[in-house]
């Protein structure tokens, strides 16, 4: 796959990456990426698997990477609270809200960041959760050797059909990630879809919960019908078709943003799973059009 930013012709900008569609395995290069936030629908399924209590828009907040918006503070903190947690809990580090709203709202008020507005709260929330439970230490839980972070490891290579090792590293928000070969992404989506009707219909029915403010996973969900969608650094995105159980990946090698999103669209549009109208035109700052976007198929 190529996203090419083109100008009278002329490719002055190209985007490489990898498309992979969940009916064609076998076009798969077979070389290991990391899930980053992509896992996080997949670690959560041990939410459902523990019976952790959570209301469907507390589960979604678990499964997504939030803006850190009011709506996504407020639900995770009723959720620390439930369980006896504290912010302080938290070793997801300190980043300022993803949501641009939110920041001005903070800076206008003189608050600064916590680890709650990072957009990995939800997940490390869920994580917690499940340690009260289970009664493992929630101090060390963002060790690889930890009794949770096993039990994760073992659940995302079982459901994503693993058999091979693949490098692990840290993932930004500091627990361990796993690294697969694309197919097996598609693979681990499309069993969570067949067996998590839980965590597929509070991600649906609480789409801004899941992601928030200039989300691409949110303006999937909230553009399409029946179609789920989450997003990962490094230029990664997974999306499924629930009426037809069929999906892609989209990995963009050199990582850009802009082009995944423009890619990403651009295949569910072209697959049929929606119709979403999105801006490829290439403009100038007086709003002149000078050329477009496109993406090619090789």
């Known amino acids: 796959m190529r996203v090419e930013y083109i100008r009278d012709g002329l490719i002055e900008e190209f985007h490489d990456g990898w498309f992979?569609?969940?009916?064609?395995p076998n076009t798969d290069n077979n070389y290991p990426y990391y899930?980053?936030?992509?896992?996080?629908?997949?670690?959560?399924?041990?939410?459902?698997?523990y019976s952790i209590e959570l209301e469907p828009e507390e589960l979604a907040l678990c499964c997504g990477s939030h803006a850190g918006e009011e709506c996504h503070i407020e639900t995770a903190r009723r959720i620390l609270k439930r369980f006896g947690l504290k912010e302080s809990d938290l070793k997801c580090g300190v980043?300022?809200?993803?949501?641009?709203?939110?920041?001005?709202?903070?800076?206008?008020?003189?608050?600064?960041?916590g680890a709650i507005h990072n957009n990995c709260s939800g997940k490390h929330i869920g994580f917690l959760a499940i340690c009260k439970v289970k009664g493992w230490d929630i101090k060390t839980y963002d060790s690889p050797e930890h009794p949770l972070q096993v039990e994760i490891k073992k659940k995302i290579n079982e459901i994503c059909k693993v058999k091979e090792s693949y490098p692990e590293t840290t993932d930004g928000c500091g627990v361990p990630i796993l690294s697969m070969p694309l197919k097996n992404m598609l693979i681990g989506y499309r069993a969570l879809i067949e067996n998590y009707p839980q965590i597929v219909d509070a991600i649906l029915?609480?789409?801004?919960?899941?992601?928030?403010?200039?989300?691409?996973?949110?303006?999937?969900i909230q553009k399409t019908d029946n179609v789920i969608a989450k997003v990962g650094a490094g230029g990664l995105c997974i999306v499924f078709d629930l009426k037809s159980k069929d999906g892609f990946v989209i990995k963009i090698n050199d990582c850009s943003m802009p082009?995944?999103?423009i890619a990403v669209l651009?295949?569910?549009?072209r697959l049929g799973f929606g119709n979403i109208e999105y801006d490829n035109k290439i403009k100038t700052i007086q709003g002149k059009v000078v050329g477009n976007i496109r993406v090619a198929l090789e």
Do not use: F, W
């Not at 980043?95 to 960041?113: N, Y």
């Open 205 to 220: 029915k609480n789409p801004y919960i899941y992601g928030g403010e200039d989300r691409q996973d949110t303006e999937i």
């Open 20 to 24: 992979l569609r969940y009916s064609e």
């Open 35 to 49: 899930l980053r936030s992509c896992a996080k629908p997949l670690q959560a399924s041990l939410l459902v698997d």
């Open 95 to 113: 980043h300022a809200p993803l949501s641009r709203s939110m920041q001005d709202k903070m800076l206008l008020r003189g608050e600064k960041p």
């Open 266 to 269: 651009e295949m569910i549009n």
């Open 259 to 261: 082009a995944r999103r």
